[in-house]
């Protein structure tokens, strides 16, 4: 019998995705570089350039001269090949916890992807040996801190670019191992980087893309078990489908918040018009789902866009073009769009935390939810009042909210001059990434709440019986039933809540498929 092995995932000149790198962080598919002669010849080419300027004795900012501001001051030729080891030295500072090892494989992506675009003057070695780390899986270990996102991810990029030089600690098969021995392990000998190689890996926005990709990814399901909670909800609160008739939405056409309506009208069955059982208006979390999931859906294109022009772009600087044989010097470390990408999601993200948050506190409460039990709670009349239900959930949920909203604040808007004011203007998309990825955990969390309090809130209405269910959503219901059986009498739900977050991390369930 074969198993069926995923295609490799090639680094190269053709671009790569956001789902690529989600893939390779996810080791659900492995690493290649493109191979043929003509490319191999174009990066070897872009090297021998660097050296023929060498043999010249021209001035190359970072090569022949100090870093940054530094860059006033020459280097001569005898000390030109210690200059790379003092970069990732001296940037050998950053604190905070250390990437976890799918943000690592996702770091070690974007570097060799930025690098494949071949015109950073970096050999073929290096690409071959970044590939390689992927492939056996040697993850420099890389604390997440002390990046202003302009000079590129410096100080983190340095621990990749010490651990291929054979210093600092990697991971390697689930161990804490200095990079020296496992280099030993694997029978390689530690990369001695030539003049211009540290500062190609270190400058540029690889960590900041990195995780960009990342929550993207996880952004992209969010909207969709978003919208699929909100169906159950309109359902537990016997809410007006009418709200998301088509006619009306095609009379205000974002084309996201259109998708997200003709999402509920499938989950709710509707091929008619329905009359309200209830109110003829629902509340705003409800009625106005598709206007603030749409705006998650609508703003998905761009940032995609944003992210993937990043991560297939060289973002180094100096750029080394063998061609024409010119060295050009620029600002393409510099992480604005990145940046943007971020702060834009942390508040798109936080408002979806909010819709959630309010369609629970719907849920719970007996002046809103039209008929269902206090707290969501199914247990019988006798034992009513000593059980709880989901109140302690739906409080767990509102403080997730306001740390998620808290958290909206803009990154990008703190740049502050560094570096002896060459960097006088920085991006801070690191720490927009860093946040994104936050604000994305809290409102995972709130959506944990929030789908376990709906599939109770379904449930009561089919104990109830008086109500139709919708095919849709009874098959979600069932499909909730195994891991999450109703709350009858009150039980700690931590474990239900965790396990509900793994489902989601690894997207569980197929949405609108
Ligand atoms: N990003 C700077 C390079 C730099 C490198 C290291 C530093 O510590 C500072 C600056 C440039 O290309 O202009």
Known sequence: MTTHQPDPIVFGERPLSIEQVVALANRSAPPRLQSDAAYREKIAKGARFLDSLLDKEGVIYGVTTG????????????????????????????????????????????????????????????????????????????????????????????YVAATLSGEREVMFKGERRSAADVHKELGWTPLTLRPKEALALMNGTAVMTALACQAYARADYLLRLATRITALNVVALEGNPEHFDERLFAAKPHPGQTQVAAWLRQDLAIDAPTAPLHRLQDRYSLRCAPHVLGVLADSLGLLRQFIETELNSANDNPLIDAEAERVLHGGHFYGGHIAFAMDSLKNLVGNVADLLDRQLALLVDTRYNHGLPSNLSGAPSVNAMINHGFKAVQIGASAWTAEALKNTLPAS?????????????????????????????????????????????????????????????????????????PVIEDRALEAELRLCLVRIREQHWSLYA
Not at 81 to 100: I, M, V
Not at 119 to 142: H, K, M, N, T
């Open 413 to 485: 808007v703190f740049s502050r001059s560094t570096e002896c004011h060459n960097q006088d203007k920085v991006s801070m998309g690191t720490i927009a990434a860093r946040d994104a990825l936050r604000s994305l955990e809290l409102t995972e969390q709130v959506a944990a709440a929030t789908l376990l309090a709906a599939n109770q809130g379904v449930w009561l209405r089919q104990r109830d019986g008086k109500v139709h269910i919708p095919a849709p959503v009874a098959a979600m219901r069932e499909t909730l039933a195994a891991d999450f059986p």
């Open 67 to 158: 870093y940054g501001d530094s860059c006033v001051v020459a280097v001569p030729l005898h000390q030109v090949e210690a200059l790379p080891r003092h970069l990732y030295t001296f940037h050998g500072c950053g604190l905070g916890q250390l990437l976890d090892e799918a943000s690592t494989r996702a770091v070690l992506a974007a570097r060799l992807q930025s690098l494949c675009q071949g015109v950073s003057g970096v050999r073929v070695e290096l690409l071959e040996r970044l590939q390689a780390f992927l492939e056996y899986d040697v993850l420099p270990l890389i604390p997440e801190e002390g990046s202003v996102g302009a000079s590129g991810d410096l100080t983190p990029l340095s």
